[in-house]
């Protein structure tokens, strides 16, 4: 019968193994927008986005190691986490060729509004969040939750702030009416100085004609 710790242990493995393959599509994915003109944006906070997704399996496989037993709510955590994932994907799905980890942006291309681009702004980011929290908790590992959910938020502060300001203006208004990270939240602000930030003294932007996505 495999232990618990085992069983975990694999799971780790197993978003480890999904990283990878996500790493392989965003190389190609990159190399073939590049080769059609795409420009990069915010390359500066990349290394630290790495380093801090490698950084957490880490901690998760030794965080188990070390606590001799999962809590009793466990498997819920270890569903949350699957969940994420499965809503990752719909979100590369839905891009396509045009996800990478990098934020690469292809001049004239319309913004991509389906899949769970239907009900938010950045359903990966979401997915991300969860499973940052979710993962360690299945090993009641709160710490690590704790930690890595508060150095995640400080990363995508700056990875929104440099994919909203270079997806431009019409994404901005497809957008405009959906929430950043949850279906149905007030309306997020975009970042400060966009075109209609009204901060910015700008006029919002004339809306958007029904049926235009």
């Not at 990349?46 to 490698?54: E, K």
């Not at 001799?68 to 994420?84: E, G, H, K, S």
């Amino acid at each position: 019968m495999v232990s618990p710790r085992a069983a975990y242990l694999a799971l780790v493995a197993l978003f480890a193994a999904e990283r990878a393959v996500e790493l392989a599509l965003s190389r190609r994915h990159a190399r073939a927008l590049r080769a059609r003109g795409a420009v990069e944006h915010g390359a500066g906070h990349y290394p630290a986005m790495v380093l801090l997704h490698g950084a957490f399996l880490a901690a998760c496989a030794a965080g188990a190691l070390l606590r001799p037993a999962p809590p009793r709510w466990a498997l819920l955590a270890a569903a949350a986490a699957l969940a994420a994932q499965a809503l990752r994907w719909w979100a590369i799905a839905a891009l396509g060729e045009r996800w990478t980890t990098r934020v690469l942006v292809l001049p004239g291309a319309p913004p991509v509004t389906g899949g769970p681009y239907r009900f938010v702004r950045h359903p990966n980011y979401l997915a991300v969040a969860v499973e940052l929290a979710a993962l360690p908790l299945a090993w009641g590992l709160a710490g690590v939750a704790l930690l890595f959910s508060v150095a995640n938020a400080a990363v995508l502060a700056a990875r929104v702030r440099a994919e909203e300001r270079a997806l431009g203006p019409v994404w901005r208004r497809a957008f405009e009416a959906r929430g950043r990270f949850l279906p149905g939240s007030p309306r997020a602000r975009f970042i400060p100085g966009a075109p209609h930030d009204r901060r910015a003294g700008a006029r919002p932007p004339p809306p958007m004609p029904r049926g235009t996505p």
